[in-house]
């Protein structure tokens, strides 16, 4: 048997077995660089890479691109949170081309403190399930005395 520290001859069979288990824990062949990368990580570990790396919103049924952009873009928006850049690039990291006006940016200006968010999506557009996940990237990224007013999708062809 191989383990980290030596049992004593009255160890029972539980901590024997975890003593074991964990003396073979060295032969996993994990490069720690290369779980810490968000281009790196296997796939399957992305979800706890997101929890370390503090991923405000995370989704299980996005694509691995999704999910590498969220936890690419999470420090990036910690750094920026409360502002309109953190808004911008927390729905940017999740494919959404957005813009924020604020109250005073818009004419005639709006009631203080209100925004609204200008979203450029293709003939597609987006569905509820789509608008409830910009609600809450959005309600995670902005500054807590603004309120959205209203969202308006901005239709691009091609």
Same mark, same amino acid.
């Given at each position: 048997m191989s383990s980290f520290t030596p049992l @004593? @001859?009255?160890a029972t069979k539980s901590e024997r077995a975890l003593a074991e288990a964990a003396g073979h824990v060295g032969d996993v062949p994990v490069i720690v660089k290369e779980v810490w990368n968000p281009d790196t990580c296997p796939a399957p570990l992305l979800p706890w890479l997101a929890s370390a790396r503090s991923v405000d919103v995370w989704d299980p049924e996005w $694509? $691995? *691109?999704q999910?590498?952009?969220a936890i690419k873009a999470s420090l990036n928006v910690h750094r920026k949170k409360g502002t309109i850049g953190a808004v911008v690039d927390a729905l940017a990291a999740l494919g959404f081309n957005a813009q924020v006006q604020e109250w005073f940016n818009q004419i005639p200006p709006a009631a203080p403190y209100t925004y609204r968010l200008i979203i450029e999506v293709d003939q597609i557009g987006f569905d509820l399930d789509d608008v409830a996940l =910009? =609600? *809450?990237v959005v309600r995670n990224a902005k500054n807590l005395r603004s309120h959205l007013t209203e969202i308006l999708p901005i239709i691009r062809t091609q």
């Amino acid at each position: 048997m191989s383990s980290f520290t030596p049992l @004593p @001859p009255n160890a029972t069979k539980s901590e024997r077995a975890l003593a074991e288990a964990a003396g073979h824990v060295g032969d996993v062949p994990v490069i720690v660089k290369e779980v810490w990368n968000p281009d790196t990580c296997p796939a399957p570990l992305l979800p706890w890479l997101a929890s370390a790396r503090s991923v405000d919103v995370w989704d299980p049924e996005w $694509t $691995t *691109e999704q999910k590498r952009a969220a936890i690419k873009a999470s420090l990036n928006v910690h750094r920026k949170k409360g502002t309109i850049g953190a808004v911008v690039d927390a729905l940017a990291a999740l494919g959404f081309n957005a813009q924020v006006q604020e109250w005073f940016n818009q004419i005639p200006p709006a009631a203080p403190y209100t925004y609204r968010l200008i979203i450029e999506v293709d003939q597609i557009g987006f569905d509820l399930d789509d608008v409830a996940l =910009l =609600l *809450e990237v959005v309600r995670n990224a902005k500054n807590l005395r603004s309120h959205l007013t209203e969202i308006l999708p901005i239709i691009r062809t091609q």
